[in-house]
C-alpha cells in the first residue's frame, strides 16, 4: 500500500513537472510543495540521512537555492479597500523540505527561550498555550511565511515591555496594546505621550517602524461629557486618530 501511493506521489509529481510551467504559474507551484511534502512520508533511512546531512549544512552558512526563494501571495485583510496596496498582508510560501528543517530548529530554540524565560509575560504572539483571548483576558487580571519569523520577531521586540513603565502593555506578536487610567485627562494624555516617546525611542535602536496610520487611541469613561473627546495623542510627531470601537486582535 505505501509502495504504490509512493509511486502515485512521484507520477502526480513527475506530470506536473512536464505539463506546467512552475516560474509563471503560482498554483503550480504549491501543488508541487503539496506533493513534496507527502512523499517524505515514504523516505527511507538512507534518504532519511541524506536529508538530516542537507539539513545540518545550515550552520556552515550553506542551503539550497531553492530554499531561498519564496512565492509571495497577497492575502486581502477583512474589510479592507481591494485597491489599496497596505490592505493586503503578503504570505510567503517557502520550499517545504526547509520549512521542515525550521520547524526542527525552532523546536530547539523555543525550548531554549521557554527554559531559560527569554521571553516576557506580556508576549503572547505565536508562544504555546498563549492565544488571543489570553491576552486580553489575563491581562486584566503582534512579509510571514517562514516558521522562525514569529519566535525570532518576538525575541527581537523582547524589552519593550521595560520602557513603557508606568503604563501597562499588552502584546500579541506585532500588535501592541499600551494603557493607562487617570482622572485628570491632562496628566493622562502627558503620561501616554511621554510613554510613546520612550516606544519610539526603542523602536528606532531596533529599526522598526510604527505604522501611524493604523494606530489609534481611544478614550474609555463612563463620563457621558466627555463622549466626543478626542485624545491628544502622538507617535513619532503626529496626531493619533481616535475612535470609539477599537478592533483588537479581532476581539474587541
Known sequence: MIHRTYKKLLAKREHLLQNNNLND?????????????????????????????IFNLWKLGRLPR???????????????????MGS?????????????????????ITFHLMNRNMLPQEQYGFRKGHSTIDQILLSNGI????????????L?????ERVVSPCQIGIFADDIIVW???????????????????IQHFA??????????KSLSCLFTTNRHLF???????????????????TYLGLL
Not at 68 to 82: G, L, W
Not at 204 to 213: G, Q, W, Y
Open 66 to 84: 531553492q530554499w531561498k526563494t519564496a512565492i509571495v501571495v497577497p492575502i486581502r485583510k477583512p474589510n479592507k479597500d481591494a485597491s489599496c
Open 228 to 246: 466626543n473627546y478626542q485624545p491628544k495623542i502622538f507617535l513619532n510627531g503626529q496626531l493619533l486618530e481616535s475612535t470609539k470601537t477599537p
Open 204 to 213: 528606532d535602536e531596533h529599526k522598526l517602524t510604527f505604522n501611524t496610520t
Open 88 to 108: 493586503y498582508r503578503p504570505i510567503a510560501l517557502t520550499c517545504m523540505t526547509c520549512k521542515l528543517m525550521e520547524r526542527i530548529i525552532l523546536r530547539r
Open 143 to 154: 512579509p510571514t511565511g517562514f516558521s522562525f519569523d514569529p519566535t525570532l520577531f518576538s
Open 25 to 53: 504559474n503560482t498554483d503550480a507551484r504549491i501543488e508541487l510543495n503539496k506533493i513534496n511534502a507527502e512523499i517524505k512520508l515514504y523516505l527511507g533511512s538512507c534518504a532519511t540521512k541524506r536529508l538530516l546531512h
Open 180 to 198: 493607562d487610567h487617570n482622572s485628570d485627562l491632562t496628566k493622562l494624555e502627558n503620561t501616554l505621550n511621554d510613554m510613546l516617546e520612550k
Open 156 to 160: 527581537y521586540l523582547t524589552g519593550i
